[in-house]
């Protein structure tokens, strides 16, 4: 049985914020060429800073703003999406739940394609003498992160359930905490008690988007 699909996007907003705050505090704008493949989204919005700007007191950056929603959307959508690959029609063949999708080997073949594409469209830029503006790069790594951060928050997710996943597959193994079961007052008090938690440390300035 499967972990509902709102705990999901619940939890993997709660983990972008989480994410974004963490290398917002590591990755300064000092850091220039770090910052823009570590933390593309740029300084967190906290709660005081996103209600300064709603009544006029601080201009909202409209490039930062892109690259934030680009993240939090990327985000949502791929917060279920190890569940969506392994649906198949009727009568074709499905791969074991919580196998390859949920686990370290498709992070990890992800972030080499990521890095990949990135490496080889600079290269090809570069020896063409083009030059893009630093938006283009920073948005497609607040995709990228998007991306990575919404299946790492599910994998997560379903390792604290009492069905665990087959973190590091092909080993048959299932790994995780095992802490609720799905559909049951353990999904919400865990994964909803870490999603109120955020939401709390949001509006007292703590943590941002």
Known sequence: ???QGHSHVGFALASGITVNSFFGFMFQ???QQLTVVFHPMGTPWSYPFIVAALHGHVFLDVPTFIHKLSFYLMLIYCARL???IERRPPGEPRPGHRG???SCCLVFLL???ISTIFVVGTTWLVTRHIIVNK???EEFWCLAFGLLVGIIS?????SLTTQKVRMLWPDKEYIGIGAFSNRTPGEYIVLWGYIFLTGAL???GVLGF
């Open 1 to 3: 049985m499967m972990m």
């Open 29 to 31: 704008p000092s850091s």
């Open 82 to 84: 190890p569940d969506q």
């Open 100 to 102: 390859f999708t949920h």
């Open 111 to 113: 972030i080499m394609g």
């Open 135 to 137: 938006f283009f790069p």
């Open 154 to 158: 599910h994998i997560v997710a379903d």
């Open 202 to 204: 949001v509006a007292l």
